[in-house]
């Protein structure tokens, strides 16, 4: 916990130096620098991009705040941050956005986020009891699903690295999954853009299934894609998209 406490601070001191406090300054410094930025970014982006009727703003802050986090880019994470916020994500929900991406983009992301959210938090007075629990009372399992999961990791990888295999299945998906401050449909969300943000083409079938079994439709996912493009990269997109279309035609109906 000290060791935690330790890094978390020294994060925090970096963020305080290099974040920027005020939106309109950061679009001053960008005006400064890079004119057509400032125009893409406030007409297409924010002013277009954004106001697509098929993903709310609710779940394009979940989007972006999934792909900042999974890619360290903690500088325009305050302004999305709030946003989120603004836009009806709860804190319980963000702060388990960031505990779930601990396992999905690394221990270290997690934390940088934490740096960033806990300044956001304070400013908005999000107190204790807005967080979700430690150890909450967690969702029903699907026993035959998570068999079937578990049985084909199993015979792929389990005689070669059994560790991995263990705490897939006792921790992401007989605990982690099954929290319940985020929905299992938000939580996919989540996992699909940051295996996006990040070029994980390989787990993008899995994951992109299982969010559409948990309530993602066509449509919000193809969405979802498009709004990647401005924060992860047009190329890391079009990596991902013929993987999406198989899934999406080999879907069911």
């Known amino acids: 916990m000290k060791l935690l406490a330790a890094a978390i601070a020294l994060l925090s001191l970096f963020v305080a130096s290099s974040a920027p406090a005020d939106p309109t ?33 609710r779940d394009r802050s979940i989007v972006t705040l999934a792909a900042l986090i999974a890619r360290n ?13 603004d836009s009806g994500v709860k804190p319980r929900e963000i702060s388990e956005v ?21 300044d956001v938090f304070a400013e908005r007075k999000v107190g204790a009891d807005q967080l979700p629990d430690a150890s909450p009372q967690l969702l029903p399992l699907n026993e035959a699903t998570e068999a079937d999961r578990a049985a084909r990791v199993g015979q792929q990888f389990g005689a070669a690295v059994p560790g991995i295999v263990q705490y897939t299945t006792d921790v992401l998906f007989r605990d982690l999954w099954l929290r319940p ?16 943000a990040t070029g994980q083409v390989a787990q993008i079938p899995y994951h992109l299934n299982r969010a559409m079994d948990n309530g993602l439709t066509q449509s919000q996912a193809a969405e979802a894609i498009t709004h990647l493009a ?17 899934v999406f035609e080999k879907r069911p109906g």
Do not use: C
Request: aromatic residues 12%; charged residues 20%.
């Open 25 to 57: 300054r950061w679009r001053d410094d960008v005006r400064k620098v890079a004119p057509a930025l400032e125009k893409y970014g406030e007409g297409t982006l924010l002013g277009d991009v954004w106001k697509r009727p098929d993903l709310s703003p």
């Open 73 to 85: 880019q903690t500088i325009e994470m305050p302004f999305y941050l709030n946003l989120a916020l």
């Open 98 to 118: 960031i505990t779930h991406l601990a396992f999905y983009s690394g221990w270290a992301n997690a934390t940088s986020a934490v740096a960033v959210a806990k």
């Open 181 to 196: 401050e985020l929905a299992p449909r938000d939580r996919s969300l989540v996992t699909v853009s940051a295996l996006i």
């Open 230 to 246: 401005f924060y992860v990269g047009w190329p890391n997109v079009f990596s991902a998209l013929p993987v999406a279309k198989e």
